[in-house]
């Protein structure tokens, strides 16, 4: 949204491609244009006609009848329902029912949820702010973007003639918590502490960096032996008590996989153990075939996999991380991480790929050996 600055007043460009005006009057308050414009010139001339009248003495202030808004609560509420992807697609039910916790704990909730969308000040958003949380900076970060989203609508909706949010980085959070990647040796500890009939599943999340949800939406079709593959379409999701089948996190999550060759035969003795029926899940719940596997199920067996090879810090989410290390280090390029991983952006492979550059003094060493030969 581009903005036009002068010393005073200015113009702003809305994405509906209109023009916005506003001016700090005598009365030391900002006031907009009744109106907003179809061109710039347009809006440029408003602005001049307004400075002549203060110049000349002549300018009062136009006291538009207030419109009434709906409260802060309100609006998020049906910004929530409303909300599509960048591609207009309905929001995924995770990510809504993540929205819509938040909105229910830290907006609704507190006092600021119960102002007037356009009574909302800069002042009551860092008051907000402060009352969030603050040893659980990740979910204090999403709920921050949650709230700058939703005044961001109702900026480019032209209710609000800008947004309270002002926060610098008050949507970035630090990682919690520094993932250290299992060893060689101790990923090996904790497959062979895990039950048989998960240890393909310990294999599969480390060596193919397949998310919790894809590797337990996967089946019988998803797997091709003979060319060394698994085929992530699907993910399944927990919301609400119940399981949701659905696309991957992104589209460039639907992808091709090639398992290491060292773990082919683990996937295929495994198979053998599964349900012949064509659409069989890989891992499903102890108790029913048909159904998903349950995280908590999965953390019972791994928490003690993890103690055994003396990873208590190891969550199950950090052998994909593992995984994505692994492939960094055995030389993939950023677009092949992406692609591997199912990231949609190349920011998200950096990561691993800054954990690959620890390995810069056994490089140097190599290098070394060299001179030797």
């Not at 581009?2 to 900002?30: H, I």
């Not at 809504?96 to 949820?113: F, K, S, T, V």
């Not at 019972?300 to 103690?307: L, S």
Request: net charge positive; proline share 6%; glycine share 6%.
């Amino acid at each position: 949204m581009a903005r036009g600055k002068r010393s005073w007043g200015s113009v702003r460009k809305l994405p509906s491609g209109r023009y916005q005006v506003r001016y700090l009057g005598p009365d030391r308050e900002y006031h907009p244009a009744p109106v907003t414009f179809t061109t710039k010139a347009d809006a440029s001339a408003w602005l001049a006609r307004e400075q002549t009248k203060i110049s000349a003495g002549s300018w009062e202030a136009e006291r538009a009848p207030r419109r009434e808004l709906p409260t802060l609560t309100a609006y998020v509420r049906q910004w929530i329902r409303a909300r599509t992807t960048a591609t207009g697609e309905p929001l995924r039910p995770k990510t809504r029912h993540q929205y819509e916790q938040l909105h229910a704990r830290h907006i609704a909730d507190d006092p600021i949820g119960a102002l007037a969308l356009d009574a909302v000040t800069a002042v009551d958003v860092r008051a907000w702010w402060s009352r969030l949380p603050d040893d659980r900076p990740t979910w204090r970060a999403h709920a921050y973007r949650l709230l700058r989203a939703a005044f961001n609508s109702a900026v480019d909706e032209e209710l609000i003639a800008a947004t309270p949010c002002r926060i610098r980085s008050g949507g970035a959070s630090k990682r919690e918590r520094e993932v250290r990647p299992a060893t060689l040796a101790e990923l090996d500890a904790i497959t062979g502490a895990m039950p048989e009939r998960y240890r393909a599943a310990v294999l599969l999340a480390a060596w193919c960096a397949l998310r919790f949800g894809e590797l337990t939406e996967l089946r019988r079709p998803d797997v091709d032996l003979k060319a060394g593959v698994v085929h992530v379409r699907r993910a399944v999701v927990h919301v609400d008590g119940k399981d949701i089948v659905g696309p991957p996190k992104s589209a460039a999550g639907v992808r091709a996989v090639a398992i290491p060759p060292h773990v082919l035969p683990v996937v295929a003795e495994h198979l053998r153990g599964v349900s012949k029926a064509r659409d069989a899940l890989l891992f499903p719940s102890e108790r029913d075939p048909q159904v998903h596997l349950a995280l908590s199920t999965l953390a019972r067996h791994f928490e003690k996999a993890r103690e055994a090879a003396g990873r208590p810090d190891l969550r199950w989410h950090d052998l994909r991380h593992t995984g994505a290390v692994l492939a960094a280090q055995a030389g993939a390029t950023l677009a092949e991480l992406q692609g591997r991983l199912g990231h949609s952006s190349v920011a998200a492979a950096l990561v691993y790929q800054h954990a690959a550059d620890g390995r810069d003094a056994e490089i140097a060493r190599r290098m070394s050996e060299m001179t030797r030969k």
